[in-house]
């Protein structure tokens, strides 16, 4: 009998292979059964239970040689080498508020502001300047960011509106580039997608552009998954890790709009995002929009690993 991986590998083949057995059989197919059986195949219902250990030790299977590592670990540093190392300066396209490369999350409650923030960012940052008029200083963009952005929770009428209202970028303006929810592909689906499938999937995308973004916008990540558990820290930790991953190893700045929880007390937005357990280690930066008694006005809380916690009044 052949050797199949999986059991999907398996099912495609082993209706096959019982036929075989069955003719050689004097008794008819129901003698067959116990012949599977010595090999660790049973029926069950819906098709074959495979028990791959037996059927391993039956079927005198060869396996292939055990891989080695793929990378050397070397020793470890010392203290004294940590304090003399060269280390590069974080590259801040927004100083202590938007690193690059890095993954950032803009996090906020139900129609709070995000979409309307991230479109600012994308339309603000094609040129050097203030992000917010109020805070010429604070919230200066040093470097210029061509922005792509993925509208999984919007149609091309949304957007227009916002631009229009906006008044910031002309017929003529090439950047930011948009894709909408009705163009886009899921970048995983559970049941069904694998590891490496939220970066093919965004490579993908990246395959119809001429001219390689500084700054991918996904808005919301969680409509751009499907079938996933957000508040499920051990189903969120490897999508999460996978998009600080395609960030650094594209040298991109990967800003990702997700919900939080409704907020408890003091703002914190590293507490208050959905999943948050599976979120904030991977974080460079991450942005909380909390409301105010004030209409129209926001409180920002900015936060990250290596930044100290910010909060800023905007409207």
Known sequence: MSFYKTAKEFSGAVDEEYRLL??????GMETVLPVLAKVGITR????????????????????????????????????????TADIPELDYIIKNALVRPGLTVIGGYAKMGKSLL?????????????????????????KPLKTLYLAYEDRIRR??????????????TAWPKYYF???????????????GDITKNLNAI????????DQIIIDAFISS?????????????????????????????LTVVHHTR????????????????????????AWGLYETSTRYTYLLQITGNDIDDNLWIIK
């Open 225 to 253: 998954i499907i079938g996933v558990e957000e508040n499920k820290a051990s189903v969120m930790a490897p999508l999460w890790y996978e998009l600080r991953e395609f960030a650094h190893d594209n040298d991109i700045v």
């Open 118 to 142: 991230c479109n600012q960012l994308a339309t603000t940052s094609v040129k050097a300047g203030p992000l917010f008029p109020d805070y010429e200083l604070a919230f200066q963009i040093e």
């Open 181 to 195: 929810n009705d163009q886009l592909p899921p970048l995983f689906i559970a049941e069904e997608s694998l590891r």
């Open 206 to 213: 990246l395959s119809n552009l001429d001219e390689m973004p």
């Open 262 to 285: 409704k907020a408890q007390g003091k703002p914190d937005i590293l507490r208050d995002l959905r999943g948050s357990g599976a979120i904030a280690g991977g974080l460079e930066t």
């Open 159 to 172: 957007i227009k509106g916002r631009l229009r209202r906006q008044g910031i970028v002309t017929p003529e």
């Open 22 to 27: 069955a003719q050689a059989a004097e008794g």
């Open 44 to 83: 069950c219902k819906g098709g074959w239970h495979i028990d791959w250990l037996k059927y391993d030790q039956a079927v005198n299977v060869s396996q292939p040689e055990p891989q080695t590592s793929e990378f050397e670990l070397g020793p470890p540093m010392g203290a004294g080498e940590i304090l």
